[in-house]
């Protein structure tokens, strides 16, 4: 099966521009999940969608980040504006969504570079 | 909320040695603890994962131990080859509804030929 594609891979942009990021799921899987992956760190949960709906979004620092599932499908991230402290690679990751199915599969990110 | 300590940062053993990667929990709740591999540049895998009801579980040379009384959990790699090499992340969550893994720092395990 086609695995969960990400666009762009990779992204250098000055502090207080705007970037987005995409993100397509394996087909069929109901929950996606944006994590922030800092350099010599594990993901960081920022937000998850079940279909097109947020389970969790405590983590998102909603004053510049913003995401949306439209049709429960594809998702796009953004953040507006950058700050450096934002330069992080963003993994998408999908899971069926099942009672009792948890694993989740990665995208290859999105390296954000922020100068 | 659940925080994850993982230790060590990095281990170094050399070829057919074994490893072993630590990670404690705070949360008593939580119920299911995968581990991920990621490679240089590359995506992180699900290898292996163990839920609250079971004390131990093994595929081939990996294995992972949980010790809820504790709140630690384990992965074992015996017969370490070059090609292990990668940094190992644990999480843990509180499954059922929803499943919202907090992950650890990760460990970058180097194994020498």
């Known amino acids: 099966e086609a695995g969960v594609a990400q666009s762009p891979r990779y992204k250098i942009i000055e502090k207080r521009q705007s970037v987005a990021f995409w993100c397509n799921p394996i087909?069929?899987?109901?929950?996606l999940y944006w994590y922030q992956q800092i350099l010599g760190q594990g993901p960081k949960l920022l937000i998850q969608?079940?279909?097109?709906?947020?389970?969790?979004d405590s983590q998102l620092p909603k004053d510049r980040f913003s995401a949306e599932r439209l049709k429960g499908v594809d998702s796009t991230l953004k953040i507006q504006p950058a700050k450096l402290e934002d330069s992080a690679v963003y993994l998408c990751?999908?899971?069926?969504?099942?009672?009792?199915?948890?694993?989740?599969?990665f995208g290859p990110g999105t390296r954000l570079t922020v100068t | 909320g659940e925080n994850v300590e993982q230790h060590p940062s990095t281990l170094s053993v050399q070829e057919g040695d074994s490893a072993v990667i630590k990670c404690t929990y705070s949360?008593?709740?939580?119920?299911?603890f995968p581990w991920y591999k990621q490679e240089l540049g590359k995506r992180p895998q699900l290898i292996i994962d163990?839920?609250?009801?079971?004390g131990e579980k093994k595929d081939q040379r990996i294995a992972v131990t949980l010790n809820k009384t504790a709140k630690h959990f384990s992965l074992h790699i015996t017969e370490t080859q070059p090609e292990d090499s990668a940094v190992y992340f644990c999480?843990?969550?509180?499954?059922?509804?929803?499943?919202?893994?907090?992950f650890g720092r990760g460990t970058s395990l180097i194994v020498h030929p």
């Open positions: 163990i839920r609250s009801n079971v």
């Open positions: 990751a999908s899971s069926l969504g099942l009672a009792d199915t948890y694993e989740q599969y």
């Open positions: 969608f079940q279909n097109n709906g947020v389970v969790d």
């Open positions: 999480a843990a969550s509180l499954a059922g509804g929803s499943y919202i893994p907090t």
């Open positions: 087909s069929g899987h109901a929950t």
């Open positions: 949360d008593s709740a939580s119920n299911y």
